[in-house]
């Protein structure tokens, strides 16, 4: 049933390989599950609230995105969408955090009708498929970056922006030893090598946890909880008077379809050329299923009492593993459900667990590059700069509005003017009114 339901046999996977990726997958995410409300508590947010309504609106919307889209794509709340919540929406523009999930609310409808009208695949068909290896090369850089910073390889310095940290710290040193080990797994052709890393690491982490050295996972004092806290789910519905009574909702609401729209448009487009999920084109296969479930589980979310839902660029490590079906996405929204019971477990999963399964899958998405014609001016122009300020601008969305820029600038100056689609032009002026005139 599960073969023929989510076509296992013709995407050349099995039960046991969808079931591995989709735990990878949330063992690379979870940690949003305790990052999401310690950020969007700083509004005045039940903490336990808003970790129930991650939860829950996490395992609903990649569960959608299984059954519907059949994509191994998990959803949660974005990093930095979340960031835009906490930061602009309410502490700079003023909006309660009721306000705040109105907002996320109507962007999440609108969403949802340009996906049912077919303008969000219209658009993602529409990016180059150039700037797509781009993107995806992008995020794989992105995601090892973040990799790198949460272990705390990578630093804030001072006089040089970023530096290296301190190869002294316990964690700094597990993350480096979880590194070394995954790529040892990977160049022996280990299958579920990125899975088997992130165990291993862990396991490495609570002996030497165990035999004192501080800062390391620890054995879970309990196995289940049953502290919930539901304060928070409809609460969007009393935030919905502030959309005509404060001056600044219309661009909260424009700044959550910006962000949101293309971190999404990114992660499919790198996740499915990773996954080999491509037509003869190379736009994404049923790219407007995913996008509805997408859709889907930003309105859940807000229902819920959380900020946009959104694809996870971390659904490249149970790629990795091998995950090719919305099997894995299934795997991973039940995950997702457990933990609302088994929320003490997850003490384990420490950012120096994941980091190295995210830098493994940003080497392995890095490679995308060799596709770029880097001896054509336009490709590696626009290439280059998608790539580099993904990393230095720590957005998706950002590295691809610049790319789509430098693409249009180049064109013009090699002279094909004629040759770019009018969506490019319609979307340059998009881009720039949300780099140039929206709040950050």
């Known amino acids: 049933m599960l073969d023929k339901f989510f076509k296992l046999s013709e995407k050349g996977t099995t039960v046991k390989t969808e079931i591995l990726a989709g735990v990878t997958t949330f063992l690379a995410m979870a940690y949003i599950l305790a990052v999401n409300p310690a950020m969007l508590g700083e509004t005045g947010m039940s903490v336990q609230g808003v970790f129930l309504a991650t939860a829950i609106a996490s395992a609903v919307a990649t569960i959608i995105m299984g059954l519907v889209a059949n994509y191994p794509v998990a959803l949660s709340a974005g990093m930095g969408v979340n960031a835009l ?42 990016i180059p498929a150039q700037l797509k290896l781009a993107i995806g090369a992008g995020i794989g ?39 070394l080990i995954t790529l040892l797994l990977l160049t022996k052709n280990v299958p579920g090598a990125v899975f088997y890393g992130l165990v291993v690491t862990a396991v490495v982490g609570i002996i030497a946890g165990v035999c004192g050295v501080k800062g390391m996972p620890e054995i879970p004092t309990g196995v289940i909880s049953f502290d919930f806290d539901f304060s928070l789910v409809g609460a969007f519905a009393s935030g919905l008077g502030e959309l005509t009574s404060h001056p600044q ?9 910006f962000v949101d729209f293309f971190d999404t448009a990114g992660t499919l487009v790198a996740v499915c050329n990773r996954a080999n999920l491509v037509d003869e084109t190379g736009n994404p296969e049923n790219v407007d299923r995913a996008l509805l479930a997408d859709s889907i589980g930003t309105v859940i979310g807000s229902i819920a009492g959380t900020s946009t839902v959104t694809s996870f660029v971390e659904s ?51 490679q995308q590059l060799k596709g770029i014609e880097w001896d054509n001016i336009v490709y590696a122009a626009s290439g280059f700069m998608t790539v580099i300020f993904m990393i230095l601008a720590y957005s998706i ?27 490019v032009w319609i979307l340059d002026i998009c881009f720039v009114i949300f780099l140039v005139f929206l709040p950050k």
């Not at 009708?113 to 068909?125: P, Y």
């Not at 001072?158 to 964690?171: A, H, I, R």
């Not at 691809?400 to 770019?420: D, H, L, Q, R, W």
């Open 85 to 126: 919540f906490t930061y602009t929406i309410c502490f700079g523009m003023g909006l309660s955090y009721k306000g705040a999930l109105a907002c996320v609310f109507v962007s999440g409808i609108i969403f949802l009708v340009i996906s049912i009208t077919g303008i969000r695949t219209m658009i993602i068909n529409a």
């Open 141 to 179: 850089f992105f995601i090892a970056f973040i990799g790198l910073k949460n272990a705390g390889i990578i630093v804030a310095n001072e006089s040089t922006f970023v530096g290296l940290g301190n190869f002294q710290e316990p964690t700094v040193i597990l993350a480096v030893v979880g590194i």
């Open 316 to 366: 490249t490590s149970g790629v990795e593993v091998g995950g090719r079906t919305g099997l894995t996405a299934v795997t991973t929204g039940v995950c997702f459900l457990l933990s609302v019971f088994f929320s003490p477990l997850l003490s384990c999963v420490t950012s120096a667990v994941t980091a190295p399964a995210l830098i493994i899958v940003g080497i392995l998405m890095a």
């Open 249 to 257: 909702c219309y661009v909260a609401i424009f700044s959550l379809l």
């Open 397 to 423: 969305s950002n590295g691809i509005a610049i790319g789509f820029i430098t693409y249009t600038v180049s064109m013009i100056g090699v002279g094909k003017i004629k040759e770019i689609k009018p969506i």
